[in-house]
C-alpha cells in the first residue's frame, strides 16, 4: 500500500541532543500527525497540524506542515531516555471517496537515545 | 477516561480459520477505525466506521469485514486466515467523521501458523 517516506529510517543519539525528522509525499495531504510507538503497543498522538505553514509545539516536540503540503518535520529538543520508540508521520487526504477518514503512514523512524 | 480498549491482546489461529476482533472506542467518540501493522512497517488503514456506516474502505481483500454497533464498538472479521494475516491489528477512535486526530488502542498481536 502507499506510504509516505520517512527519513531517517533510525537514529542513535546521546542524551541531550536534539533530533529532526521529516516525511514526504508525492500527494497533498490536509492534516499531517506524528505518533509514537513503543514495542508491543498502539501508537499515541503526539501532534496534529492543521494547515499549511503551521508550527505547532508539543514541550519538547515541534512540529511543522509543509507549505507545499507535501511534507512535514518532527524536531525534538534535548532528548531523553524516554523518548526511545518509533515516530511515525501520518498524512490523511481529507474527504471523499473511500479514502475518508485513511490515515496514510510512514516507514517509521526508530530513535535511540544513549544515556 | 479510558482510551481505547480491544480485545483480545493476543490471539493465535490457524490458516483457513476466521477471527473476530473487538474494538471499544473513547467514550463520546462515534468513529472507529481499523489498521493492519506488519512487522517494521507503518499501521495501513484497512477500514472506517461512523454511526454504524462504513465511510472509508482501504486495499484489502473481502476476507476482511467490519461492523459498527449503536454503542459504536467495533468487530473486525477476517476469514479464510492467510499466514500473510499475521500482524498487529489497531483500532483508532475520533470523535467526528472526518476528524483527523485517530486515537489508538494497544492492538490484539494475531499469530496465523
Redesign the interface.
Known sequence: ?Q??N?SPQSMFIQEGEDVSMNCTSSSIF??W?W?KQDP??????LI?L?KAGELTSNGRLTAQFGITRKDSFLNISASIPSDVGIY?C?G?L??GG???????????TILTVHP | DAGVTQSPTHLIKTRGQQVTLRCSPISGHKSVSWYQQVLGQGPQFIFQYYEKEERGRGNFPDRFSARQFPNYSSELNVNALLLGDSALYLCASSGLQGVDEQYFGPGTRLTVT
Not at chain 1, 508491543?40 to 498522538?45: N, S
Open positions: 500500500g506510504q509516505l520517512q490536509n492534516t500527525l505518533y508491543g503497543e498502539g501508537p499515541v498522538l496534529a492543521y511515525f501520518a490523511q481529507g474527504a473511500t479514502s475518508y477518514g485513511k490515515l496514510t503512514f510512514g516507514q517509521g
